[in-house]
């Protein structure tokens, strides 16, 4: 059990029988009344966010979520294909399920896989990757500057993020999973 007294941002709990990650909380003192505790939490099956007020000393259950690192094998059709390094059992994750991390999954990639009571409900790929870029325009062109701008550059994964104008394709960048962003270029 988890009271509010130990809430804090990214603290995981169970509310409603659906595991939750708080986004935010805040401890306000009513006049006369007691405590409460109002909080943002985000679904983690869903992605939905969600307010709440909780009565200060209340408590909430512990998720069964267990985290495991898998590899990712490869996609067929809507359905991802993942494998225990440990034990070589395979899971299937749906492409809807998996959410914005499927623009970034590479063939032999190691990820996190967070099981709510032995379900999938979340993949977590790693915070920076190195991918290839398959296609962007040319260097050259006018509005090539030092200083800012760029242009788009689709990654070997589909997925397309926007470089500066020196990336060519068939090079190797760093992009940054959580805001889609490139971060450099890898020698």
Do not use: W
């Not at 997925?159 to 962003?181: C, L, M, Q, S």
């Amino acid at each position: 059990m988890i009271s509010t007294s130990d809430f804090r941002k990214g603290l995981k709990v169970e509310f409603k029988g659906e595991p939750c990650e708080i986004v935010d909380f805040q401890h306000v003192k009513m006049g006369r009344g007691g405590a409460i505790v109002r909080t943002k939490m985000r679904n983690i099956k869903t992605g939905a966010v969600l307010e709440e007020t909780f009565r200060s000393g209340e408590k909430l259950e512990t998720p069964g979520l267990e985290e495991k690192t898998m590899q990712y094998l490869y996609a067929q059709d809507d359905i991802c294909y993942f494998m225990d390094s440990d034990t070589y059992e395979q899971v299937l994750i749906s492409r809807d399920q998996i959410g914005d991390a499927k623009k970034f999954l590479k063939e032999n990639m190691m990820v996190r896989i967070l099981n709510h009571k032995g379900v999938p409900i979340n993949v977590e790929v790693p915070t920076f990757v190195e991918l290839a870029v398959v296609k962007t325009d040319p260097a050259g062109f006018k509005g090539d500057t030092a200083s800012g701008g760029g242009k788009p550059a689709t990654l070997e994964t589909g997925a397309v993020v926007r470089v500066p104008f020196h990336i060519n394709e068939g090079d190797i960048i760093k992009v940054d999973t959580r805001t889609a962003e490139y971060i450099e270029r890898v020698k």
